[in-house]
């Protein structure tokens, strides 16, 4: 929530520097974005609330390799459900994007330039369940540290993009694009984490 509100915040600081009729398309997406990423949301919570109990005797020599196999048997599928989630919203907002921005704007040329992140948009919706899923598994199996370090890795990647735009394109296509690149960035951290404990533990069980 916190990192979420933090990425958020750096959103609308960047689009200050924007003119009056392009921060309103960019406010227009980024309101569009916080609607649809809302399904990711109970994924996290079905993680930390199902696998842990799974975990607690995972650095125990014996019996501790089975309770972690069916607790990753509930990570897999919490990951699953959220692919699918994932591919769902990818058509929800290929189809809804442009109807629901019109329900917070009817200016042409605002409901125009908020078009123009449409793919960015999509992108970062889609990974959205994924990537809350993926952060519920890590604090399913223990692994606040290494959930600190993909957010901390997170944070650099949006500093690096800030000074990317600033360099190459100040735009608000630019600003989205950073934005959907940090959100992709950050699951594929997350999960090179989970699939590292993931093949420890079966090293471990051998």
């Known amino acids: 929530k916190v990192l979420t509100c933090v990425k958020v915040f750096f959103m609308n600081y960047m689009s200050t520097m924007f003119g009056s009729s392009t921060l309103a398309a960019h406010l227009v997406a980024l309101t569009v974005w916080r609607v649809l990423i809302l399904v990711g949301e109970p994924l996290s919570y079905a993680a930390q609330s199902f696998a842990p109990q799974y975990f607690k005797d995972f650095q125990q ?15 897999k599928l919490i990951l699953g459900i959220g692919v699918g989630l994932s591919a769902v919203m990818y058509v929800v907002t290929r189809v809804g994007y442009v109807r629901l921005s019109t329900l917070f704007t009817q200016d042409p040329l605002i409901r125009e330039s908020a078009r123009s992140v449409f793919n960015q948009v999509t992108l970062s919706v889609c990974i959205f369940p994924l990537l809350l899923s993926l952060e519920g598994s890590l604090l399913a199996i223990g692994r606040v540290k290494s959930l600190v370090y993909a957010m901390a890795s997170n944070v650099l990647f949006m500093l690096c993009g800030w000074y990317l735009i600033h360099t190459l394109d100040y735009s608000l296509r630019g600003v989205w694009c950073m934005f959907s690149g940090m959100h992709s960035f950050y699951a594929l951290v997350m999960l090179a984490m989970i699939v590292a404990v993931r093949t420890r533990a079966k090293k471990k069980k051998l």
């Open 61 to 75: 020599e014996e019996g501790g390799a089975g309770l972690a196999d069916q607790g990753f048997y509930y990570i």
